[in-house]
């Protein structure tokens, strides 16, 4: 059992980065200091880092499914993120326009943990950060946007679905601000929508792949603030597992990938993450 303000590692966790798996021991149970991660990040040197929702929820942002999550105060919002509600009602598009006026993303700023995995490109260490997150705050708290794959999207631009169109988000929120509450494309008339990954919306491949491949080329792999337990991207811990790197995962509930990770923690992001990346 996890006990929140401790670090949890495999038995074998003073073996050297770099070492077989195999070596590994099957349970979770040692708690060690966090000068043992410090120093698996200091011996590696291809950093990779999935990032979910639980990083962003400590900028004020709120998830989907948590206890303060959008579905959960309002089951009805869930139709705004079906890409077939959205191409088929107006008065979905309407709603979901009022939604994105009102979005807590527009005041939020990055927050400690945002900041740490910056820290942590400028260090040349970060190879890739993967997110699940579609609030741009990795960029804006300084990692580079080739190191960022935004894997759902951003919701900073807009894009038609009809012509293809792209826009910075805030043309089309001053349209509604205006009175337009569904406003189209001007080029082709086309429904406009954030550049975002709705459910039943196709991911994009080419993202995904580079997001695997950086994965699989990780010699540790921090998965931050995630359930891991949506596909394809979960996949990418399996890759990295797989690729001998150590798997290192700081989330507020249990995943399914917690037996197989070098370190588990349940602290607060913003507090843990900075502590486990310092130099």
């Known amino acids: 059992m996890v006990v929140p303000g401790t670090l949890e590692v495999n038995s074998s966790a ?56 959008v579905w959960t105060k309002n089951p009805s919002a869930e139709k705004l993120s079906d890409i077939h509600h959205y191409m088929t009602d107006p008065e979905v598009r309407k ?37 699940q997150n579609i609030d741009e705050l990795h960029q804006m708290a300084g990692n580079s946007p080739d190191k960022v794959f935004e894997v759902h999207g951003t919701m900073r631009k807009v894009v038609c679905m009809a012509c293809g169109m792209t826009a ?73 597992n797989a690729a001998d790197a150590r798997i290192v995962i700081l989330n507020a509930e249990p995943t399914p990938f917690d037996e197989i990770a070098h370190a588990v923690f349940r602290g607060p992001i913003g507090a843990t993450l900075p502590q486990l990346l310092r130099p």
């Open 14 to 69: 003073d073996i050297e980065l770099g070492d077989n798996k195999s070596n590994r021991g099957d349970a979770l149970g040692n708690t060690v200091d966090m000068d043992k991660v410090r120093s698996w990040v200091d011996r590696a040197e291809r950093v990779v880092v999935l990032t979910g929702a639980g990083i962003s929820t400590e900028s004020g942002i709120p998830d989907f499914r948590g206890p303060q999550g």
């Open 168 to 240: 910075p988000m805030q043309k089309a929120l001053d349209r509604v601000q205006a009175g337009e509450e569904d406003p189209p494309c001007r080029d082709c008339g086309g429904i406009l929508k954030s550049a975002t990954i709705s459910f039943g919306q196709a991911l994009v491949p080419e993202l995904i792949e580079r997001a695997m491949r950086a994965a699989a080329e990780a010699d540790l792999f921090f998965a931050v603030g995630t359930s891991l337990r949506v596909y394809p991207i979960a996949g990418a811990v399996e890759l990295a």
């Open 95 to 131: 709603e979901s326009w009022k939604a994105r006026l009102g979005h807590p993303a527009w005041n939020a700023k990055p927050n400690a943990g945002h900041l740490a995995l910056a820290a942590l490109e400028r260090r040349g260490k970060l190879h890739a950060l993967i997110t």
